[in-house]
């Protein structure tokens, strides 16, 4: 685990906004009959995933999972894969655990907090398989770029905690904001591009489509999709 840090501690500036919203039955549903099973705290020590899932399948941690259809997909169709998501928007967390919950399944925990918490204090160094970005919140404006998560610190940090091998899958609707990401990711000496040098991965068979995506595909927006692998340990 990495120690707090001076640094740390002066990190206040966010990438996200937490959106008020009434929950529906469903997603409250969700909390209520799934949270004590699914959810994790992450004031609680991670002893190993293969204590949290009762197995040594890879883990794949996502970031930001919105209302939790494609990782539920995901995790649905591989079940020899584990996965993490962490989201700050109850709403879509009560969406995912009743989803997952109803489905019953064993591959999936989920955290409710802002995910830096979780790559600082509390993700093993060199333990995951993969990290998940999509979509993130592009902040268009220019005076708002200083809070895009995609920043050659978090990218460090990111590489922390992945293995050695593994990659970390980032895809954004926001040409200005993939331009962004591929030259921070191009910059980093913690990964290589599995598509070549500043190049776009089409997107892999295991990110699905969203809902959200297909619609942006008929208005005729594209999708920009970077996988990088962690080439140094």
Same mark, same amino acid.
């Given at each position: 685990m990495?120690?707090?840090?001076?640094? !740390?501690?002066?990190? /206040?500036i966010?990438?996200?906004?937490?959106?008020?919203?009434?929950?529906?039955? &469903?997603?409250?549903?969700?909390?209520?009959?799934?949270?004590?099973?699914?959810?994790? *705290?992450? %004031?609680?020590?991670?002893?190993?995933?293969?204590?949290?899932?009762g197995n040594?399948?890879?883990?794949?941690?996502?970031?930001?999972?919105?209302?939790?259809?494609?990782?539920?997909?995901?995790?649905?169709?591989?079940?020899?894969?584990?996965?993490?998501?962490?989201?700050? $928007?109850r709403?879509g967390?009560?969406?995912?655990?009743?989803?997952?919950? *109803?489905?019953?399944?064993?591959?999936?925990?989920?955290?409710?907090?802002?995910a830096?918490?979780?790559?600082? #204090?509390?993700l093993?160094?060199?333990?995951?398989?993969r990290? %998940?970005?999509?979509?993130?919140?592009?902040? #268009?404006?220019?005076?708002? #770029?200083?809070?895009?998560?995609?920043?050659?610190?978090?990218? %460090?940090?990111?590489?922390? /905690?992945?293995?050695?091998?593994? $990659?970390?899958?980032? &895809?954004?609707?926001?040409?200005?904001?993939?331009? $962004?990401?591929?030259?921070?990711?191009? !910059?980093?000496?913690?990964?290589?591009?599995v598509?070549?040098?500043?190049?776009?991965?089409?997107?892999? *068979?295991y990110?699905?489509?969203?809902?959200?995506?297909?619609?942006?595909?008929?208005?005729? #927006?594209?999708?920009?999709?970077?996988?990088?692998?962690?080439?140094?340990?």
């Amino acid at each position: 685990m990495q120690e707090n840090s001076e640094s !740390d501690k002066k990190r /206040v500036i966010r990438s996200f906004v937490v959106r008020s919203g009434r929950m529906t039955a &469903a997603q409250k549903r969700g909390w209520e009959q799934y949270w004590p099973t699914m959810g994790l *705290d992450n %004031q609680a020590p991670l002893e190993s995933f293969e204590s949290l899932f009762g197995n040594t399948n890879p883990v794949v941690f996502e970031i930001g999972f919105g209302m939790g259809a494609s990782l539920y997909e995901m995790a649905l169709a591989n079940p020899s894969e584990n996965y993490i998501g962490v989201e700050v $928007h109850r709403p879509g967390v009560g969406a995912l655990l009743a989803m997952a919950g *109803d489905a019953e399944l064993r591959n999936l925990k989920v955290f409710c907090c802002d995910a830096n918490d979780l790559i600082d #204090h509390w993700l093993p160094e060199n333990s995951l398989q993969r990290v %998940q970005l999509f979509f993130p919140d592009p902040w #268009h404006k220019k005076r708002h #770029h200083k809070r895009r998560l995609v920043q050659p610190a978090f990218v %460090q940090r990111i590489a922390a /905690v992945l293995k050695e091998g593994g $990659h970390f899958h980032l &895809a954004t609707d926001w040409e200005p904001y993939a331009e $962004h990401m591929l030259s921070v990711m191009e !910059d980093s000496r913690d990964f290589a591009n599995v598509s070549g040098p500043g190049s776009y991965a089409p997107r892999p *068979d295991y990110r699905p489509v969203t809902k959200f995506e297909r619609r942006g595909q008929k208005l005729g #927006h594209g999708v920009w999709d970077l996988v990088y692998q962690k080439s140094r340990g």
